[in-house]
């Protein structure tokens, strides 16, 4: 073909752009895959997504952490993923590089359509998820946080006295089953549950949970957070992986119909309960709690009426969204905290001899004459260190929650694609013998110093870490200073007041206790991974303890009296 004859043909040219670019992007393509972290080899099409067991991922993500080091990649059909394995690399991304490394991948069913695209954790990185972070820091903060201290003490008697209240209840009968099939509200788990709720609840409602036997409101919250978790898992629709899938009509797309109608009935809950503070508002009522003192400002700022599920103008949250904020909030520290607390007692079960020793210094520094309480802490420092071994060995979400990048980003020698999907391995974190001497063990004195209080090592700034329970950067859990606090006084006080144990086996004479190693038997599925039910019995450690749980449990009912709040019924 001559120069002559090319000029001639005006399809040439077009065509010859054509082949350039894609040979461009092809080799921009193999050169990219040449610098993106090794991994396990995929199959065409769907990658890595069915080598990875979807509701149970973090072993299989400690066994390729084993093999591939400190970062790997996987393809979970058109998702780039990235795992970072080594304390030191997640830091680095994760925390100083945050600006880029804060968005979230979106489970499209979970997110786009249950949550109307207002869910908090899901959201991406930009100006509504910054305004519900900063809204809701002005309850959640190091400072605000403080004054939700004296509503978690109260709550914390009225656990202790349902402990009691429980005995062997939990060891004599098998539990009864909740209204809607799941709750089980006769066994020890649920006034655990109703705690964690209520303070969550007061934190952002000023109300609390008085009842916790057959409260369908309770089981309503509850079902809203297994719905939730169970939709938003990987690998539970097809069209979060597939997008061409989203195009399909209504008709065959039933996952669609039945997601928008979960919508309305979550939104029947959360902005049920921000029309209540609404109307609380204009009746005049002091209502305490995020969401009464935020529609307090935004009227003072003319905004009283902001139906929508966006910002206005002026950046304050719309009714929708700050409905979501608030009710995200709410189940993102309901179960978490619940769940540690039961945690704990079931490693105090499987290490009496670490329970002796807590309990010995609790005895020793608190005495009999009262209950312990916040500022107890730093003379416990062996039991702050039972709690962060917990924590350590059994983080409840044992990889946090995953990020995404905003821009592509190069980590040593490899390329973190834009819009790659980053988990912050807290598992493999956890269990690294670089970090951790023999990890698989259970030693509280790892973190332990004679006569030093123990720090909690579990804020964001990387250089005072020793553990990631609760995630990185931009992302960090925005509820860590009320987990700690509720953790700290629930434990110490069951600690200092009442005796938990588990059943005998009448052969054996060995207590029956689920083994905290055994993944599949102990420990639930799902990205909050929690022990299932097991079986204890509570008694109070002496006729005074009992004396003083009690006496405690009267004087908080008189104080809920005077503050305007439901009292405990049982
Ligand atoms: C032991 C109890 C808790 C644990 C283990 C826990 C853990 C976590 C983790 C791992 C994340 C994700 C962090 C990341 O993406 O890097 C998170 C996010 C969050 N947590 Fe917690 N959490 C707990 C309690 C709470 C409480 C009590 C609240 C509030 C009352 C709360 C509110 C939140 C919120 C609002 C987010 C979402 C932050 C975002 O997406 O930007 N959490 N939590």
Not at 275 to 300: I, M, P, Q, W
């Amino acid at each position: 073909m001559t120069v002559q004859s090319l000029q001639m043909d005006p399809l040439v040219l077009p065509v010859l752009l054509i082949v350039c670019v894609f040979c461009i992007s092809l080799f921009r393509r193999n050169s990219l895959r040449g610098k993106l972290p090794p991994g396990p080899t995929g199959i065409p099409i769907v990658g890595n997504l069915f080598q990875l067991p979807a509701l149970r991922p973090h072993p299989k993500l400690l066994e390729w952490a084993a093999q591939y080091g400190e970062i790997f990649y996987l393809k979970l059909g058109g998702q780039d993923v990235v795992v970072l394995n080594t304390a030191e690399a997640a830091d680095e991304l994760l925390s100083r590089r945050s600006h880029n490394y804060s968005s979230r991948p979106t489970p499209h069913v979970a997110q786009d359509i249950l949550r109307g695209g207002m869910g908090l954790a899901f959201l991406k990185y930009d100006t509504p998820f910054k305004a519900v972070r900063k809204a809701l820091q002005s309850a959640l903060g190091p400072g605000p946080s403080k004054q939700l201290r004296q509503h978690q003490d109260n709550e914390s008697r009225v656990l202790l006295y349902d402990m009691i209240l429980h005995g062997d209840q939990s060891m004599l009968q098998e539990p009864l089953r909740g209204s809607h099939g799941k709750i089980l509200d006769h066994h020890w788990f649920a006034p655990v549950r109703r705690y964690a709720t209520s303070v969550a609840l007061y934190a952002m409602y000023g109300k609390r949970v008085a009842r916790f036997v057959d409260n369908p409101d309770l089981h309503k919250i509850y079902d809203i957070v297994d719905n939730f978790a169970h939709m938003s898992q990987p690998g539970s629709y097809l069209a979060d992986v597939f997008p061409l899938m989203r195009r399909l009509p209504d008709f065959l797309a039933p996952w669609r119909v039945k997601a928008q109608e979960l919508h309305l009935w979550e939104m029947g809950l959360w902005g049920g309960l921000v029309d209540d503070c609404k109307a609380a508002l204009r009746n005049g009522e002091h209502r305490s709690g995020f969401v009464g003192s935020y529609l307090n400002s935004r009227t003072t700022a003319g905004r009283e009426y902001a139906p929508g599920k966006g910002l206005t103008e002026d950046g304050w949250l719309q009714d929708s969204l700050l409905a979501y904020g608030a009710g995200s909030a709410l189940e993102a520290g309901s179960d978490t905290t619940a769940m540690s607390i039961v945690t704990f007692v079931l490693y105090m079960l499987s290490y009496p001899h670490v329970l002796q020793k807590a309990r010995a210094e609790i005895d020793a520094v608190i005495g009999t004459e009262r209950m312990p309480d916040f500022d107890d802490e730093e003379q416990l420092p062996y039991f702050v260190a039972c709690i962060k071994e917990t924590m350590r060995h059994r983080p409840a979400t044992p990889l946090a929650i995953a990020h995404a990048t905003v821009e592509e980003d190069f980590y040593k020698d490899y390329i973190i694609p834009k819009g790659c999907t980053v988990i912050g391995n807290v598992w493999a974190i956890h269990r690294d013998p670089e970090r951790f001497f023999n990890p698989t063990a259970f030693i509280p004195e790892r973190f332990y110093q004679e006569g030093k209080p123990t720090r909690w090592g579990t804020r964001p700034v990387s250089d005072e870490r020793d553990i990631y329970a609760f995630g990185w950067g931009r992302r960090f859990c925005q509820g860590s200073h009320v987990a700690e606090a509720s953790i700290f006084i629930t434990l110490s006080r069951i600690l200092w007041g009442i005796d938990f144990y588990a059943p005998l086996d009448p052969k054996t004479k060995r207590p029956i206790l689920p083994d905290v190693a055994n993944e599949e038997t102990t420990w639930s599925e799902g990205f909050v991974s929690v022990p299932h039910t097991f079986k204890v019995g509570f008694a109070p450690r002496s006729a005074k303890h009992a004396e003083l749980i009690r006496k405690s449990f009267d004087g908080v009912q008189s104080e809920w009296q005077l503050l305007g709040l439901e009292g405990d019924d049982r």
